[in-house]
């Protein structure tokens, strides 16, 4: 389709008749706005800017990553495979559910690092269950009167402490305003953007371009 423009000569406008590329009618669009792309960029850079993890978030996952993960799991192991001889005390069953609770526990406390929404609950159930076993077995150390370092308190200390440090860290994750904003923010971030629209096609017959 023909695009129709007038050149100039002596003063003379003359009416011709020439074919207009459609790279260029697509060229004269996106000179015409070109502010468009420049804005997205900015709005996605802005909300990328915008995700900042709280201390608590840090504090709470790296606890839990070491001392209801890293830290349990290695002296479970340990204790089974070392000079100990805790294979004739625990059985292969207990030994697989503290390794795929201590390496489940490590994991989420990552995902939840990098603000994965289904790490944030896998965390607060693992952490959950590892803390209950934790003042169950000192509970009963203390009900049977079981002396740890020549005392028969630190048990009931131990217990109490670890429905404390449950207590924060699941109550932390689960209420607090700024770990919900952050692990939100981070499910946007991480959602796939939009298909690019195509260029407005602009026919060469609409276009009023100069010839020369």
Same mark, same amino acid.
């Given at each position: 389709?023909?695009?129709?423009?007038?050149?100039?000569?002596?003063?003379?406008?003359?009416?011709?008749?020439?074919?207009?590329?459609?790279?260029?009618?697509?060229?004269?669009?996106?000179?015409?706005?070109?502010?468009?792309?420049?804005?997205?960029?900015?709005? &996605?850079?802005?909300?990328?800017?915008?995700?900042?993890?709280?201390? &608590?978030?840090?504090?709470?996952?790296?606890?839990?990553?070491?001392?209801?993960?890293?830290?349990?799991? &290695?002296?479970?192991?340990?204790?089974?495979?070392?000079?100990?001889?805790?294979?004739?005390?625990?059985?292969?069953?207990?030994?697989?559910?503290?390794?795929?609770?201590?390496?489940?526990?490590?994991?989420?406390?990552?995902?939840?690092?990098?603000?994965?929404?289904?790490?944030?609950?896998?965390?607060?159930?693992?952490?959950?269950?590892?803390?209950?076993?934790?003042?169950?077995?000192?509970?009963?150390?203390?009900?049977?009167?079981?002396?740890?370092? &020549?005392?028969?308190?630190?048990?009931?200390?131990?217990?109490?402490?670890?429905?404390?440090?449950?207590?924060?860290?699941?109550?932390?994750?689960?209420?607090?305003?700024?770990?919900?904003?952050?692990?939100?923010?981070?499910?946007?971030?991480?959602?796939?953007?939009?298909?690019?629209?195509?260029?407005?096609?602009?026919?060469?017959?609409?276009?009023?371009?100069?010839?020369?």
């Amino acid at each position: 389709m023909a695009a129709t423009g007038y050149t100039g000569f002596a003063g003379r406008r003359i009416r011709c008749q020439r074919p207009v590329p459609a790279a260029v009618a697509w060229l004269s669009v996106e000179l015409i706005n070109p502010r468009r792309d420049m804005r997205a960029e900015d709005s &996605g850079r802005s909300a990328t800017a915008s995700v900042r993890r709280p201390v &608590g978030v840090w504090v709470a996952t790296i606890w839990a990553g070491l001392f209801a993960g890293l830290f349990p799991l &290695g002296l479970v192991l340990f204790f089974y495979f070392g000079p100990a001889k805790g294979s004739e005390i625990m059985s292969g069953l207990q030994l697989l559910m503290s390794v795929v609770l201590g390496v489940g526990i490590i994991t989420s406390a990552v995902g939840t690092w990098r603000g994965c929404p289904w790490a944030r609950y896998a965390l607060v159930v693992l952490i959950a269950i590892h803390y209950a076993l934790l003042t169950y077995q000192n509970y009963q150390m203390a009900s049977a009167g079981i002396a740890v370092r &020549g005392s028969t308190a630190i048990p009931w200390v131990r217990a109490i402490r670890s429905v404390i440090t449950a207590t924060i860290i699941v109550g932390y994750l689960l209420l607090s305003g700024r770990a919900k904003e952050f692990i939100q923010q981070r499910d946007r971030a991480a959602e796939p953007d939009a298909p690019h629209e195509p260029p407005p096609r602009v026919a060469a017959g609409e276009s009023d371009g100069w010839a020369a």
